[in-house]
């Protein structure tokens, strides 16, 4: 009893302190970071990403003489993503998944760009929002996947590279590993943990449409035609040669009320753009390459270069849900451009040009709120 008196009198300050110590690991505790899978667990992943870009300095030289290019070098263009993903997973070994019943209830993009001193804004919506599929795990370990709700999609590719598991598991380290202990990772890593991997299945490129009459109006307009497919912003990521590195944080932080170990991790990369064939036909001198170029509709990745990426973030993984529960990242790239084409009179056209861009993306995975039967 004496003792039981003598506890009740310590000062609250002191017994929050000690209660948060015991939340807090010791230094040289191991753990493992490994996600738990089990039968009908359901998690729902939710993502934001939005990358803005714009060209900061653009010049023609055709035959050795400077084009004055105006206004038409185009303003900053911004692209949105939104996607809400659905997991159910029905078998699991040993912790490791077998067999999950995918729904992609949300994918939308959104495009902004400016084109001729307009401002156009484009919205679409991946070929497989409102599907299901299954993905299963064989006797011989190869992977199948089905659809089985909704529909088929036209082009069987965008059923190729799923997987069983969460894409921020790629970023957990092997094993046992001390508060404080860092690790590398590569590109795929990366990729797979941002989501990245998949975006020629989810946002495969489609035509963006030109706007009517365009610049200049008149016979000279484009006419509502369509350009050619708008490039993704992911492509950038995936062109990229990445070197990274994560560490495992020495203290916990809360995301929703959820204590979790927190990975920080950090990556470099410089990615080889390749130029371009050059287009053939097409009425005015240049082609239509060119005006685009010059009017700012081609992506950074269209023409030949370099570019310079960062990227940093913190990935939360849950001590009592045993998986990762939130990722955020930004990232920073400059992309510099040289394109030399010769021209039909023996001539040739020269344009240089950089464009910096940012990226910001959140990710969080939930329990979902499923109706009795899915």
């Not at 370990?141 to 089905?146: F, S, Y």
């Not at 795929?188 to 489609?206: E, T």
């Not at 030399?340 to 993306?361: K, W």
């Amino acid at each position: 009893m004496s003792q039981t008196s003598h506890f009740s009198f310590l000062p609250i300050g002191v017994l929050a302190l000690g209660l948060f110590s015991t939340l807090q690991p010791r230094q040289n505790e191991a753990v493992t970071l490994r996600t738990k899978y089990t039968e009908e667990l359901a998690l729902q992943t939710d993502t934001t990403v939005t990358y803005e870009s714009e060209r900061v300095a653009f010049s023609m030289v055709r035959d050795g003489e400077e084009i004055d290019m105006g206004d038409r070098m185009g303003g900053p263009s911004t692209q949105l993503r939104s996607t809400s993903i659905i997991d159910v997973y029905s078998a699991a070994k040993d912790g490791a998944p077998t067999q999950v019943t995918r729904t992609f209830d949300i994918l939308e993009g959104i495009s902004v760009r400016s084109m001729g001193g307009e401002e156009m804004e484009n919205t679409t919506n991946g070929p497989l929002e409102g599907v299901s599929i299954e993905i299963s795990l064989d006797d011989e370990g190869e992977l199948t996947v089905a659809v089985v709700d909704g529909a088929e999609p036209d082009d069987e590719a965008l059923l190729e590279g799923h997987s069983l598991a969460l894409g921020l598991d790629a970023l957990l380290p092997e094993g046992e590993v001390e508060l404080g202990a860092t690790w590398e990772f590569d590109g795929a890593l990366l990729m797979s943990a941002l989501g990245f991997d998949l975006d020629a299945q989810l946002f495969p490129p489609v035509p963006f449409e030109r706007p009517e009459g365009g610049p200049g109006g008149g016979g000279g307009g484009w006419g509502g035609r369509m350009s050619r497919p708008e490039s993704s912003f992911a492509k950038l990521f995936l062109d990229t040669v990445w070197e990274g590195e994560a560490e495992l944080a020495s203290e916990l932080e809360e995301v929703e009320g959820a204590s979790c170990y927190v990975i920080e991790f950090s990556a470099e990369g410089e990615a080889d753009i390749p130029d371009p064939p050059a287009r053939t036909g097409g009425g005015r001198r240049g082609g239509d390459a060119d005006e685009l170029s010059a009017m700012g509709a081609e992506p950074a990745a269209a023409l030949g270069g370099t570019g310079i990426l960062k990227i940093e973030g913190k990935l939360y993984f849950s001590v009592d849900l045993g998986r990762p529960v939130a990722l955020e990242a930004e990232s920073s790239a400059t992309v510099e451009t040289e394109s030399i084409r010769a021209g039909r009179d023996g001539g040739e056209t020269i344009t240089n040009s950089t464009t910096e861009s940012t990226m910001t993306i959140a990710i969080a995975i939930s329990v979902p709120d499923l109706e009795e039967g899915e």
